[in-house]
């Protein structure tokens, strides 16, 4: 076998140890040990090996590589939108895999959207049901393999998962899992921590771009806390469902532009105690998210909902979910006001510090945005560019 066939072998067995193991796991780091060492021994003849995968074939430089015909992973990653693979002329062990982490995310992710989409289109008795496949390659469109974030399948893949919710009551952990991977992985691409926060217009999304910017925030904040990779994922799907129970909400309370009725008002404030309910019922995995749900609306001075009939503290990852909802709700415009400004924000949380939010977390969320503000990206919209908040 040469030696390109022999580096997208191993590169395929890393990836599947990556999706079967843990970090730290010893068979995952055999598995990318053994795929660097072939990336570094292609390097020796090559220094900038490029790869493309055009539905069946894999092609090497401008050399297709026949010996893979049977290699089913090419026609995997170019559905996942990666067509190219370049490697520059020193890459890192932790750089490579880096780099394996983010295939590995997109892989997931993109067959899982590509399975919600089908379901979706299985209500629909006409039309044709197609992959996302070959069709859609045109070679002058090429990507690298530099990822890019668009946050678009991530967008698709949790307004599915709220659509699910609604429907069937039951929470896919799979896809809020993949969801968040995603998100934590699209957080540390580039050099710079990136923050993907979403704002779009159509206010119906309002819930489903909240939930993964609380999400993206509350993994950032924790990471940022010093917590462990697993307990930030874990935050990190807290945060992602923290107001599920918002799918019982009717959408026009949910979305009205004006003051809410009493009774409106008292509808709003059952999501906490719905959310957590929901997730109770559902999968057994998810306590951490059935605590945040119940308690993120509960301030530091017994305030806020649902009112506790014996005072007691909150869970910290409670707290700290908090401090990152009412960051996202207040920098997002809404129909009955603009968003407010950075610097605005922060103000308003430093003013609630000790009443409503921990005064600890507070004023470590504080330092963080602080820190990272040159960093911070605001999407306007999946499809549009990242540029500075
Ligand atoms: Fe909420
Ligand atoms: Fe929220």
């Given at each position: 076998m040469s030696d390109p066939a022999r580096f997208l072998n191993a590169f395929a067995q890393a990836l599947a140890a990556m999706a079967l193991y843990r970090d730290?796991?010893?068979?995952?780091e055999r598995a990318v040990d053994v795929a660097y060492q072939q990336i570094h021994d292609l390097q020796s003849d090559t220094s900038h090996p490029l790869f493309t995968f055009l539905g069946d074939e894999v092609v090497f430089g401008q050399q297709p590589l026949r010996e893979l015909k049977a290699w089913d992973w090419g026609k995997r990653l170019a559905q996942a939108g990666i067509q190219r693979l370049e490697f520059e002329a020193h890459v890192s062990r932790d750089d490579f895999e880096g780099?394996?982490?983010e295939v590995l995310a997109r892989l997931t992710l993109s067959a899982i959207s590509t399975e919600a989409r089908q379901m979706r289109r299985s209500s629909i008795r006409f039309g044709a049901v197609g992959l996302k496949g070959e069709s859609e390659i045109a070679p002058e469109s090429l990507q690298t393999?530099?990822?890019t974030f668009s946050l678009g399948e991530e967008v698709d893949t949790l307004g599915w998962l709220?659509?699910?919710?609604q429907t069937t009551g039951a929470v896919p952990l799979a896809e809020a899992e993949a969801v968040v991977r995603s998100l934590a992985v699209a957080m540390h691409s580039g050099r710079q921590v990136m923050l993907p926060?979403?704002?779009l217009k159509e206010f119906d999304q309002y819930t489903t771009t909240h939930s993964m910017n609380v999400a993206v925030l509350s993994m950032a904040f924790a990471e940022f806390l010093g917590l462990s990779a697993t307990d930030v994922r874990t935050f990190g799907i807290a945060g992602l469902l923290h107001d599920i129970g918002k799918v019982k909400i009717p959408l026009d309370v949910l979305t009205k532009p004006g003051r809410l009725t009493d009774e409106e008002r008292a509808m709003m404030n059952e999501h906490p105690v719905a959310g957590a309910r929901m997730l109770l019922e559902g999968e057994?995995?998810?306590?951490?998210a059935v605590v945040v749900a119940y308690e993120h609306h509960i301030m530091i001075n017994g305030g806020g909902y649902p009112v506790l009939?014996?005072?007691r503290d909150c869970h910290h990852a409670s707290k700290l979910v908090h401090v990152c909802d009412v960051y996202d709700a207040l920098r997002t415009r809404r129909p009955y006001r603009e968003a407010w400004s950075f610097d605005k924000t922060l103000g308003y949380l430093?003013?609630?510090?000790g009443l409503e939010f921990d005064s600890a977390l507070c004023d470590a969320f504080v330092r963080m945005m602080r820190q990272w503000e040159p960093q911070v990206a605001i999407v306007s919209d999946p499809a549009a560019q990242a540029r500075p908040a």
């Open positions: 730290g796991h010893p068979a995952r780099f394996l982490e393999a530099t990822i709220q659509r699910e919710v926060l979403l704002q057994a995995d998810l306590d951490l009939h014996y005072a430093q003013e609630r510090s």
